[in-house]
Every structure is written in structure tokens, then in C-alpha cells.
């Protein structure tokens, strides 16, 4: 995300502002900080939010995800 994000010349509180645009309402520079070192999870409501924010369809911002290194186990699943 942080390649997309300078792609578009775009700082952190930057994209925050345009997270709480798209909807994303109590989006931070910390909120960014934290999606960009893989510490917080996000929903498709908040992926559509980040397209959005980033200028680009969903099916794209989805699509630059590294699945290979994706936690893709539910919730359900960590702790057992």
C-alpha cells in the first residue's frame, strides 16, 4: 500500500484525509502507519475505503495484496 500511496505522492496524514473522505471516518496517519506494517486488519467495507482513497478500482487494490503472506485464517481458527 505505502508503494501505491507514494505512487500518488501522497504522505500518510495525506491518505488519511482521503480515507476519512471516501468514509473511513476516524482514520489517522496512525490508522495508515499501522496498515502499512501489517498491524491492523481491515474488512472489505474498509478495502473499498482504501480503493477509494487511492483512486483505483477495488478489484486492483485487492488484486496488489501478497496473498502468499496473508494470515487468511479466521478468527475462529487463532486461537485454537
Known amino acids: 500500500m505505502s508503494r501505491l500511496r507514494n505512487q500518488l505522492g501522497l504522505s500518510q496524514p495525506d491518505l488519511a484525509v482521503e480515507l476519512q473522505l471516501a468514509g473511513w471516518h476516524n482514520a489517522s496517519r496512525d490508522t495508515v502507519a499501522k496498515l502499512e506494517g501489517g498491524l491492523l486488519r481491515v474488512d472489505l467495507i474498509q478495502a473499498r475505503y482504501l480503493a477509494a482513497a487511492l483512486n483505483i478500482p477495488l478489484k486492483q487494490f485487492l488484486s496488489e495484496i501478497d ?14
Open 67 to 80: 496473498w502468499s503472506s496473508a494470515d487468511l485464517r479466521s478468527d475462529d481458527n487463532h486461537n485454537q
